[in-house]
């Protein structure tokens, strides 16, 4: 079950982020009042831009949804639902994560050239394009990362998520 939370919430924050979806507004009744939260991001001692950030309550009794992307200096400057900025004070599980598609899928062969056309929206189509991970996927679940974050006032801290990698994910 922590498996799909963490994807879950993974995904919205994605969508989230993505779209540009930092909306203004009130957070949901009873939320608690959040607090600046940034988060810098190194892999091998190098920022780590692009890859996105969720804060999971590390009680588990809470769907909050509290992440960011990393900028090129590997900040994640963190959001609550995407409409806030911080965190509500509490102790959490950093995941972390950034997948990249096959570049080589994204080339958009010679039009001239009927039969890679063909090809290329099978492909496409088909959705075989290979994603792969270059964040150790220890750091993408709640239940596996090592990364732990207490938040009780303006945060700001730093998390290597070790060794460069690319690995194809799985289907």
């Known amino acids: 079950m922590s498996k799909f939370i963490s994807f879950a919430c993974i995904a ?15 957070l949901p009744d009873g939320f608690p009042a959040t607090v600046s939260c940034v988060i810098n991001i190194t892999q091998d001692g190098a920022p780590l831009s692009g890859a996105m950030v969720s804060l999971i309550p590390a009680d588990g009794a809470k769907d909050w949804l509290f992440s960011a992307i990393t900028d090129a200096s590997g900040n994640a400057r963190i959001f609550t639902y995407g409409r806030a900025e911080g965190a509500a004070k509490g102790k959490y599980k950093v995941i972390v994560t950034k997948t990249e598609m096959d570049p080589s899928k994204f080339t958009m062969p010679d039009e001239n050239d009927v039969a890679a056309m063909e090809r290329y929206n099978q492909n496409v189509m088909n959705e075989r394009l290979k994603s792969y991970t270059l964040v150790e996927t220890v750091y993408a679940n709640a239940g596996t990362t090592p990364l732990e974050l207490e938040i009780t006032g303006k945060t700001t801290q730093t998390f290597d998520v070790g060794k460069k990698v690319r690995e194809v994910m799985p289907n």
């Open 12 to 26: 919205v924050a994605g969508l989230l982020l993505l779209t540009g979806c930092r909306q203004s507004g009130p």
